[in-house]
């Protein structure tokens, strides 16, 4: 009754509709801007970035032909060499520096011009739906535009311009070959990357680095509303590339470092009333949070690109999760609200039979506030995320404490578990508690079933069953729970052997338990002969001793199955969502991909697959009590 097929199929279909919202054209600022409109007035449509590049050009670029009218020795004049774009200043060049190459790589042969390493420029562009520009330079004495650099060329025919064509949306770069010429001879000179970026907003706050105009990645709507506790923050303009846009960043002084040749196409940068310079620095500027908003803008052209900064005074209350990345074992992160349902459920609740969850001092959505539980087995560090109820997938960097321990809304933080039973504060900058978190010990005795694999009319495994029991243990041995190899059986049976077809399922079972190695006090792992794909499943009683799986490996899935051997429901049946009888339906809510739970869902192919790595509190005496009753069974 798993069909985690379903999930991929829906997963996929959200993921047609990521691509569509990952082009991040400029009217995704547009849209952004729109959904803040009471704030800004913004007026326009998106026509206005269609013809934005127009609108930047510096109209006094025009196109006339190489008159050269300097005299060599004319020390004094003032000259300065440009790569235009469409006509537009792009880059100042050094003619200098031209030449120097030029002259290493007019006495190399041509053998040696093959295998010379070209300096390349980067010329950063503005991203937007056109995709041809043309190539030039410009040469300008005493601020005097006198029109294309005669030394500069793009081809070994000699061309002053040179159109290039981006083949897609998607190509954020192509190259060319600047060419230096001196009467009949040319020889290559720079290789010239024209680079599409878009311009974003930095911010640094308590050693924080990250941008303000992101994605929501559950509703690709992009957010460029952003709070900050605290009384300062630094801002910056930022430019990314179409691939940078869509990863998390990394290396940011990278970033910056392109932010000098992409200057030319900030005019000016307003924090509120305040106009800034832009022309003095792209840097770091330090900001006061006077106000409980303030729009940044960077203008570009005739568009602003802008950014609300808000003072936050009164900051979520917030839990600890499980962050995507985190596949570390050896600690369970219980956490209540990245699954809440609003305080109330229709259904027969396992979680709220069962809870022991401890509540604290205040409310959160209705009702007194669940502490979150980190169950170990063994003192140890673990890595936890900090999340605000109701959570958001893009959380404000809001700063918190733990102990002395500065911790960011969204961010993982590390924490060293504290003796058993151990409940901490986490405050707000302001000083209020926000959230708690427990530590909890598991010290149960130790349980050493037996797992024994099952090939159909093959001997073929796919995967060694020792890394089989190494990944199920990765997660069990918290609980105390250490399962042991067994066997591997082999059946040999006739038929088509359909996929959840009872009478063939029967067939199977039957086999499986007249084997002379079959014990009823061991659990049998049955890989599926010939249909892949659909993760696996067990008994609907939840109480056998076996679970079939798909022929490709997926670690996930022997974890999740053996939850289902011992008594546990899916995740979202369990909390009460819907009722067992309905949990084929499984698939279909969203809170069963959402937890980090062994008895949610999910797929390790995915990118955005969620870990599933925890057992709670309200599961673990029931795994352990139906543990303890198969592995006692009589023979
Ligand atoms: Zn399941
Ligand atoms: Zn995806």
Redesign the pocket.
């Known amino acids: 009754y798993d069909s985690p097929n379903l999930f991929v199929i829906a ?2 279909l ?2 047609g509709a ?1 691509n569509l919202r990952h082009t991040f054209s400029p009217e995704s600022f547009i849209a952004a801007e729109r959904t803040t409109q009471n704030l800004m007035d913004y007026a326009g449509g998106t026509e206005l970035w269609a013809h934005q590049w127009e609108l930047i050009r510096d109209p006094q670029s025009v196109w006339f032909a190489w008159a050269q009218d300097e005299s060599e020795g004319e020390a004094s004049a003032n000259k300065e060499y440009f790569i235009t774009i469409d006509g537009v200043k792009a880059l100042k060049i050094k003619i200098e520096d031209l030449k120097k190459e030029f002259n290493i790589t007019r006495l190399l042969s041509n053998e040696e011009l093959q295998n010379y390493p070209y300096k390349t420029i980067q010329v950063y562009i503005l991203d937007s739906d056109k995709n041809d520009f043309k190539v030039s330079s410009l040469y300008v004495k005493n601020g005097e535009n006198k029109g294309v650099t005669s030394e500069i060329v793009w081809g070994i025919k000699n061309e002053k311009e040179k159109d290039i064509l981006f083949k897609a949306r998607s190509v954020e770069k192509e190259s060319l070959p600047m060419y230096f010429t001196s009467d009949a001879s040319t020889y290559p000179v720079f290789n010239v990357e024209i680079i599409r970026v878009s311009p974003n907003i930095a911010y640094k706050q308590g050693g924080s680095v990250n941008r303000v105009i992101r994605e929501d990645p559950r509703t690709f709507n992009i957010i460029n509303e952003i709070g900050f506790s605290g009384e300062k923050v630094s801002l910056r303009p930022i430019f990314l590339t179409y691939s940078e846009l869509n990863n998390k960043l990394l290396d940011f002084s990278t970033l910056f470092s392109r932010n000098e040749q992409c200057s030319y196409l900030v005019k000016n940068i307003k924090f509120g009333e305040k106009q800034y310079d832009s022309l003095l620095t792209l840097d770091w500027v330090e900001y006061s949070l006077i106000e409980d908003k303030t729009v940044y803008e960077i203008g570009i052209g005739e568009k602003v690109v802008k950014g609300v900064i808000k003072s936050v005074k009164d900051l979520p209350y917030i839990t600890v999760i499980r962050s995507k990345e985190n596949e570390e074992t050896g600690y369970y992160v219980e956490d209540y609200y990245s699954t809440a349902l609003g305080g109330s459920v229709t259904n027969p609740s396992l979680r709220d039979q069962n809870n022991s969850m401890k509540t604290d001092g205040f409310d959160v959505l209705g009702m007194a506030y669940k502490i979150p539980i980190i169950h170990y087995k063994n003192l140890r560090n673990v890595k936890l995320l900090l999340a605000d109820i109701p959570r958001s997938e893009s959380p404000s960097p809001l700063q918190y404490k733990i102990n002395e321990q500065t911790i960011e809304l969204g961010k993982e933080f590390t924490i060293q578990t504290p003796p058993n039973g151990t409940i901490l504060d986490i405050k707000d900058t302001y000083g209020s508690i926000k959230g708690k978190v427990e530590f909890r010990q598991i010290n149960e005795s130790l349980l050493t079933p037996v797992l024994n694999i099952v090939t159909i009319n093959t001997d073929e495994v796919g995967v060694s069953h020792s890394a089989v029991i190494n990944d199920i243990n990765a997660i069990y041995n918290t609980m105390n729970v250490s399962w042991k190899e067994g066997n591997h059986i082999m059946l040999k049976l006739e038929g088509a052997l359909r996929l959840k077809n009872d009478i063939d399922l029967k067939l199977i079972l039957d086999a499986l338990r007249n084997h002379q190695n079959y014990r009823a006090n061991q659990y049998y792992m049955i890989i599926w002969p010939n249909e892949d794909g659909f993760g696996g499943f067990a008994a609907p009683s939840l109480k056998d001793n076996w679970f079939i799986t798909q022929k490709t490996y997926d670690k996930r899935i022997p974890a999740h199955e053996l939850g289902h051997c011992s008594g546990l429901d899916e995740f979202v049946v369990n909390i009460g969502l819907i009722p067992a009888s309905r949990r084929g339906e499984s698939s279909d809510q969203r809170l069963q991909h959402m937890t980090t739970n062994i008895m949610g869902y999910s797929n390790q192919e ?3 697959a969620n870990p599933l790595m925890d057992f709670y509190s309200w599961q673990i005496t029931l795994v352990r009590q139906q543990i303890s009753i198969r592995i006692n069974t009589v023979q």
Do not use: T
């Open positions: 997963h996929e959200g993921h990521f995915l990118s955005d």
